[in-house]
């Protein structure tokens, strides 16, 4: 049976989801993710984020709990084109609001089981999609925008392309080799 990610069209990232068997170890946490999870994972929550408009070219701003959910939501945002604005999940009340004032992404994906356990890794999380009014669409080709911590004034943003995160990732893949696979 085909995945059905091979019948969109192609993205930069699929190679990273496709060229291992189903029931490979993607990753672990307190549970095993097999890559066949994360592709249904990843198709699943593509499908929603398509039913909430988010469209090739879309900023969607994704803040909360660190958690596998937050990953497979960011392989399905990038399967669709859209640019993702990665907001820590330490960010909160006016300092958010500035955030979100100043990139002004056209949606907001919150991830729950935050709060003083926010930096705690969470298998699952619940998840709350925000259409945000005045959200503008991509103006660059950059997949990911990430923020500083803002120890020094204000958050400043770090946008990486496609091509920097592939060299990234292929790096860290010849240079830590976990224990075991996943």
């Not at 669409?137 to 950059?142: E, L, Q, S, W």
Request: charged fraction near 25%; glycine fraction near 10%; aromatic fraction near 8%.
């Amino acid at each position: 049976m085909r995945d059905e990610l091979d019948d969109e069209p192609r993205w930069w990232g699929s190679g990273l989801l496709a060229r291992h068997p189903a029931d490979a170890v993607w990753a672990r946490a307190d549970s095993e993710v097999t890559y066949e999870r994360l592709r249904v994972q990843v198709t699943s929550l593509r499908r929603l984020f398509e039913a909430y408009g988010v469209r090739p070219g879309a900023t969607v701003a994704i803040q909360g709990a660190q958690s596998f959910t937050q990953l497979w939501s960011v392989l399905a945002l990038w399967s669709q084109g859209a640019q993702v604005l990665l907001m820590g999940p330490g960010i909160r009340g006016r300092e958010l609001e500035r955030l979100l004032d100043r990139c002004r992404p056209q949606f907001y994906v919150a991830f729950g089981n935050g709060g003083p356990r926010y930096r705690t890794f969470h298998d699952e999380a619940e998840l709350l999609v925000r259409k945000l009014r005045g959200g503008q669409r991509a103006v660059t080709g950059h997949c990911l925008i990430h923020f500083t911590s803002g120890s020094t004034g204000f958050a400043k943003a770090v946008a990486r392309t496609p091509q920097s995160l592939l060299a990234e990732t292929g790096c860290r893949r010849r240079t830590a080799r976990p224990a075991r696979p996943g």
